[in-house]
């Protein structure tokens, strides 16, 4: 069966949404720094659990934005506001233990996300709020088989997270070995830690909600 005819989808449509999401889910990010620290520090197995809860964190705040509480969540300024402070002091938060770590392995600084905690902090991310309510006006609203249009885009996200997280950690976890030479992990960390502090900035200044 032609799968245009479930999800109402033409070719062109899903060479676009495929587009999308290679372009969000593979550009540097909060949730591909975490992936790629994580292998650097702690080796590819342990950015399992990460990029699983990126996949479903972000899969499901899509599928509340299909069925329209995302936008409940966007027109409240309070509620918005909440969840977007939350989500920068969470990241500046993950960015001091970061910079803390100065050996491999180090559990007693800093700690692999468990699948949960990943899935947390999308809910967490008002631009994935924002990305999730935008991707569902466009490619599931008015759909014909909305059930099967909605599982075929969340699936789409879904894998791209994981498997765009799971290049990241492959990535850090290849520099392991280099990176137990001398003190490279302690400035490597720190370096990363920057980076999270001022993807953390970011966020919070473009993409502030208001409260009227």
């Known amino acids: 069966m ?6 109402g989808l033409s070719a062109a449509q899903f060479a676009a949404l495929l587009s999308l999401m290679a372009v969000g ?3 540097p990010g909060p949730n591909t720094t975490i992936a790629a620290v994580t292998g650097a520090n702690f080796g590819l197995r342990a950015t399992l659990p990460h990029c699983v809860g990126v996949a479903f964190g972000f899969a499901s705040i899509l599928a509340l ?3 329209g509480i995302g936008a409940l969540v966007l027109a409240s ?4 506001l909440l969840v977007h402070a939350a989500g920068v002091l969470y990241l500046l938060w993950l960015a001091l233990k970061l910079a803390r770590s100065a050996v491999l392995s180090d ?13 947390v902090l999308q809910y967490a991310n008002i631009k994935a709020w924002m990305l999730a309510l935008a991707t569902a006006a466009s490619y599931m609203a008015g759909a014909q088989s909305p059930v099967h249009r909605a599982v075929l885009v969340c699936a789409v996200f879904g894998v791209f997270g994981f498997v765009s997280n799971g290049v990241y950690g492959v990535i850090g976890a290849a520099l392991r ?3 137990q030479v ?5 400035w490597f960390n720190r370096a ?5 502090a001022l993807t953390a900035l970011w966020i919070a200044l473009a993409g502030r909600p208001t409260l009227h």
């Open 25 to 27: 889910a593979f550009t």
């Open 177 to 179: 070995q280099w990176l």
């Open 2 to 7: 032609d799968p245009a005819l479930l999800t």
């Open 77 to 80: 300024p309070a509620l918005a």
């Open 107 to 119: 559990k007693q600084v800093l700690r692999p996300l468990s699948m949960w905690q990943s899935a």
């Open 65 to 67: 934005c299909a069925a």
């Open 192 to 196: 990363m830690g920057l980076a999270l």
């Open 182 to 186: 001398g003190h490279r992990i302690r």
